[in-house]
């Protein structure tokens, strides 16, 4: 099955800095990977994705950029604010399941004002 | 909209009771999700229903019991739970399958604590 490592497992910077988030996975079929942003206490919610046919997207300060042949992807996040502080999840979709995401383990990321 | 509406928010219930998880959404999603998650770890995937129909179960334990009565809800029933079951368990459902990047889009789900 698909395996996603996530790094790193924690990140502090100051407020304005850029932050990034580097991901790798196993499966070469896998296709859709999305980044999912979870504050404390509450429900993890889709920042940004991107599919296997792409290999960079952009909103606003957010983008993801992908490398296939490499097998890794990254998030990352420019001007920083202390609102971005949370915990980030990669994950990607194995090729073997229609349904199911692997997660990686998460990154938390603190940004100081 | 895209709200998927979790209850209750807060559970606590022994470990000889028997108790529901619900979870509702109006998006015309065909596929839904039971996640769980333990503090400081990622959503873990436990049964995904797909037009209404089990398609996946992650060898969950049976006191785990999921239930899709329409393609609007979906239901957790819970029984004889041990302690380390507590966790946060969230609902999710995506138009279909993520394969072609359709969005899992998650509740805000219920806080279980088993005691």
């Known amino acids: 099955g698909e395996n996603v490592e996530q790094h790193p497992s924690t990140l502090s910077v100051q407020e304005g800095d850029s932050a990034v988030i580097k991901c790798t996975y196993s499966?070469?079929?896998?296709?859709?990977f999305p980044w999912y942003k979870q504050e404390l206490g509450k429900r993890p919610q889709l920042i940004i994705d991107?599919?296997?046919?792409?290999g960079e997207k952009k909103d606003q300060r957010i983008a993801v950029t992908l490398n296939k042949t490499a097998k890794h992807f990254s998030l990352h996040i420019t001007e920083t604010q202390p609102e971005d502080s949370a915990v980030y999840f990669c994950?990607?979709?194995?090729?073997?399941?229609?349904?199911?995401?692997?997660f990686g383990k998460g990154t938390l990321l603190t940004v100081n004002p | 909209d895209t709200e998927v509406t979790q209850t209750p928010k807060h559970l606590v219930m022994g470990m000889t009771n028997k108790k529901s998880l619900k979870c509702e959404q109006h998006?015309?999603?065909?596929?839904m999700y039971w996640y769980k998650q333990k503090a400081k770890k990622p959503p873990e995937l436990m049964f995904v229903?797909?037009?209404?129909?089990?398609?996946i179960n992650e060898s969950v334990p049976s006191r785990f019991s999921p239930e899709c009565p329409n393609s609007s809800l979906l239901n957790l029933h819970l029984h004889a739970l041990q302690p380390e079951d507590s966790a946060l368990y969230l609902c999710?459902?995506?138009?279909?399958?993520?394969?072609?990047?359709?969005?899992?889009?998650f509740g805000e789900g219920s806080w279980l604590t088993v005691v």
């Open positions: 499966d070469s079929a896998s296709n859709y």
């Open positions: 229903y797909s037009y209404e129909k089990l398609s």
């Open positions: 994950a990607g979709r194995s090729g073997g399941s229609n349904y199911k995401l692997t």
């Open positions: 998006m015309g999603h065909r596929a």
């Open positions: 991107i599919r296997s046919n792409v």
């Open positions: 999710a459902s995506s138009h279909g399958a993520p394969r072609s990047g359709n969005t899992i889009y």
